[in-house]
């Protein structure tokens, strides 16, 4: 799996415009092909700050979005932002889920 993490730091007066770009890019990146998840967070003290964390199945999905015209629109947002553009690409080859969680603390309540 591959993760793709864009965080974008907004010019106050363009929160608006830039949600409204993100906004129209959920409905149909969720379509992609290879697309897991589309996700969208806004910064919790000054909504100016938005995370997409974005899951692909392998990396030839990914390059495939990040050549498609609905990421050149969302490129075309860089001159609404305070700062550039901060991206990362993460290569996931191993998960863990709730059942780790339950099986560590299920181990630490029967010491103590």
Known sequence: ???FRIIMSVIP??????MQ???SMIETAGKE???LSFEVFCDIDG???FNLIEEWETREDLDHHIRSERFSVLLGTRSLLVKPLEMKIY???YSE??????AL????????
Do not use: A, P, W, Y
């Not at 007066?13 to 830039?18: G, N």
């Not at 889920?97 to 339950?102: K, N, T």
């Not at 299920?106 to 010491?111: D, I, L």
């Open 1 to 3: 799996m591959i993760i």
């Open 13 to 18: 007066q363009k929160q608006k415009e830039v």
């Open 21 to 23: 770009t993100l906004l």
């Open 33 to 35: 092909k290879g697309c």
């Open 47 to 49: 909504k100016t700050v």
């Open 91 to 93: 290569t996931v080859f």
């Open 97 to 102: 889920g709730i059942e780790v969680i339950d």
């Open 105 to 112: 603390r299920s181990k630490s309540n029967s010491k103590g």
